[in-house]
């Protein structure tokens, strides 16, 4: 027998002896969620079983549906569907649906899951759930129980993947009804799926232990078994050796060195930076950890850090060789020359002029950022200057680039903001039929945040365009709302303000950019529809300046004629915040260096129709000129209302 067979023949054994080889779901997993609630999987980052990294649902910055097909290596259930659900993944990855195998089980490691994929030709992506996140999440209840997630993070289906199973070791002789096969299409399709489930047959599913139970629900935490594919899919990709991050985790020595900060980190909810409060916005780039994936990492820690078996290793991850993820681009735009980064200082907000050389007007469908230095580039925007503006800041400084805090000179209302990047996002990837119009001309604006690390280098970063192949019937447009009455006064712990904005016409929001400086605490942005139901945009509960955002929605949300976008912000010019740039506290106003402050928020919509965009702009200019002023009994409504949300 080959070594799959014999794998095989072993965990039958096991099974039988259980005796719990087949069964109906009547064992269910605690919590186990139900067909149209939030599953909160779209975008998670997981390793299947040779080592390649996945955002779920989540394919070159295009957000999908996705389907995940729990299996097992030894369950004649499951192996027997290897062959349909081939097929099944190559339909649906033609549709624009990402499909998934899983393995769950304690029993199941990553040389017999890649023996698996190996020997029964599986060409869809099978995950390893070596510590069973996946499954606490969905609760499933037997292997083959397949479960379809749409792309706005909810559960549209969960059940068997056709009915050629009858019942318990009984199969029909004519497959009636493909259960899966016509959820895929219909979520393919777009538009509204109603949520059902159906009865899946196969073994019992290993029922994981909550968070919160010893050991994280597992008897022993490894590294080679379970944290090294955690830390590998969403710590490794800046911290690693030449990434923007302070130090390495690639292998077990680095992650058993910084295992204690790693602990408080996660724990704490600081790593990975997403600053995104959870239920306000979906959003496409999310980085959030489950908290059975913080008390998996907590109990490793405090276990010892153990290694654990080498025959547990994870295979070597495969990591792309190309700095541009959606190959290579239409266009790259180079800073004209090295900017040199000093070892020690402030951190430095610098912007640089590339010209576009755009002979014809261009529509832009996606766009990329490459770090010219990783370690030191901490993130970028882009702008585009039709006036020159940018030119003459340049020509004033004899260094490469430009900075322009305190003169604002450059930095007024009429920038073109068209992206942006931070570490671990994606590239911005606009969807099928939208475009970003850019005239012909114009000068690109890189601006850079330096956060310097000690050591001196230089940095000579790129922006990667990607034109649009097809036509395009809708183009994406940006707005900015805020307010500059700002006075606030030393000791203020909480100083609150808040700007609207009256919606005139149709239009669909496709992502936020809030911004504050250094006092700025938090900041909340709420849509109310014209029914008065309301939409929460963005909640930032603890603000860092370090940490800007541009957060694209996963799914872009529409807001009818006759909606307002309120947003509330809070600061605090108190010396015992942190980031208050003062020695001593003083009266702080609205202004463009970094110590004055600022109250804003940039919007990313496309318009219903095209010819109501300067209906939308007008309206966004016209939030600047209300008052702002906000009462204590309004705040207090405020903060009891969000509660609704989370």
């Known amino acids: 027998m080959n070594h799959v067979t014999t794998v095989i023949a072993k965990r039958l054994r096991v099974l039988l002896a259980l005796g719990c080889l087949l069964a109906a779901p009547s064992v269910a997993a605690a919590a186990s969620p139900g067909a149209g609630d939030p599953v909160e ?126 019942a318990v070791g009984r199969l029909r002789t004519r497959i009636g009804s493909h259960d899966l096969r016509t959820v895929i299409e219909a979520v393919a399709a777009g538009g509204a799926v109603e949520p059902y489930g159906t009865e899946a047959i196969g073994c019992f599913h290993h029922v994981w232990k909550r968070p919160g ?74 980085r959030r950890l489950s908290a059975h994936q913080i008390a ?82 901490h993130h970028a925007n882009y702008l585009m200057d039709y006036g020159a503006r940018a030119r003459a800041e340049d020509a004033k400084d004899d260094e ?34 939208i475009g970003m119009w850019l005239p012909k001309g114009g000068d690109l604006v890189l601006e850079v945040h330096y956060h310097l690390n000690g050591k001196a280098t230089a940095d000579r ?40 904005m009256d919606v005139p016409s149709g239009m669909t929001l496709t992502d936020v950019t809030p911004h504050m400086h250094f006092l700025g605490r938090e900041f909340i942005a709420i849509a109310t529809l014209p029914d008065g139901s309301e939409r929460p945009l963005i909640r930032i509960a603890d603000w860092d300046f370090r940490w800007q955002n541009t957060f694209t929605y996963r799914e872009p949300l529409h807001l009818p004629a006759g909606s307002r976008i309120d947003a509330w912000v809070r600061y605090d010019n108190s010396a015992d915040n942190p980031q ?22 940039w919007i990313g919509f496309i318009p219903d129709r095209p010819a109501d965009r300067q209906r939308i702009v007008s309206a966004s200019e016209r939030s600047w000129y209300r008052p702002a002023r906000v009462s204590d009994a309004e705040v207090a409504r405020l903060l009891s209302r969000l509660q609704a949300f989370e």
Request: net charge negative.
């Open 41 to 166: 999987l779209i975008g998670v980052r997981v390793t299947d079983v040779t080592g390649h990294h996945h955002r779920i649902g989540v394919s070159a910055g295009k957000v999908q549906p996705a389907v995940l097909v729990f299996l097992d290596t030894a369950c004649p259930v499951a192996t027997r569907y290897v062959p349909a659900l081939n097929t099944l993944h190559g339909d649906a990855q033609a549709r624009g649906v990402a499909l998934y195998g899983v393995l769950s089980n304690p029993a199941i490691g990553w040389r017999e899951g890649a023996d698996f994929v190996n020997d029964f030709g599986i060409t869809f992506p099978v995950i390893l759930d070596s510590a069973g996140d996946l499954a606490l999440r969905l609760g499933p209840r037997v292997t083959s129980e397949s479960f379809v997630i749409s792309a706005g993070d909810r559960l549209v289906y969960r059940g068997r993947i056709d009915d050629r199973f009858a």
């Open 213 to 286: 139970v010893s050991g994280g629900g597992l008897e022993q935490v490894t590294y080679t078994r379970h944290v090294a594919p955690l830390l590998e899919a969403n710590c490794v990709e800046c911290h690693r050796q030449d990434g923007i991050a302070p130090f390495s985790l690639e292998g077990f020595e680095n992650a058993k060195r910084w295992h204690p900060m790693v602990t408080y980190m996660t724990g704490e909810r600081l790593m990975p930076p997403w600053r995104a409060v959870p239920g306000f916005g979906a959003f496409r780039d999310s």
């Open 296 to 377: 998996l990492l907590r109990t490793w820690s405090e276990s010892g850090a153990a290694r654990g078996d080498a025959a547990d290793t994870m295979p070597a991850p495969a990591r792309s060789r190309s700095k541009w993820r959606l190959g290579e681009p239409d266009l790259v735009l180079t800073m004209p020359e090295p900017f040199q980064v000093p070892a020690e200082g402030d951190d430095i907000y610098r912007y640089f002029v590339i010209p576009s050389g755009f002979a014809d007007d261009k529509v832009v469908a996606a766009l990329d950022f490459s770090p010219g230095d990783a370690k030191v580039v």
């Open 400 to 433: 490469p680039g430009f900075s322009v805090f305190g003169t604002g000179g450059f930095l007024d209302y009429n920038a073109w903001g068209i992206g942006g990047w931070t570490p671990g996002a994606d590239p911005y990837v606009l969807d099928e039929g």
């Open 461 to 500: 970063s790129e922006v990667g365009f990607y034109f649009a192949r097809e036509p395009v019937s809708r183009y994406v447009d940006g707005v900015v709302i805020g307010t500059q009455d700002l006075s606030i006064p030393p000791g203020e712990e909480n100083y609150w303000r808040r700007f609207s």
């Open 580 to 601: 208050n740039p003062a020695p001593e506290p003083e009266t702080v106003t609205w202004g463009w260096e970094t110590t004055d402050e600022m109250s804003e928020l």
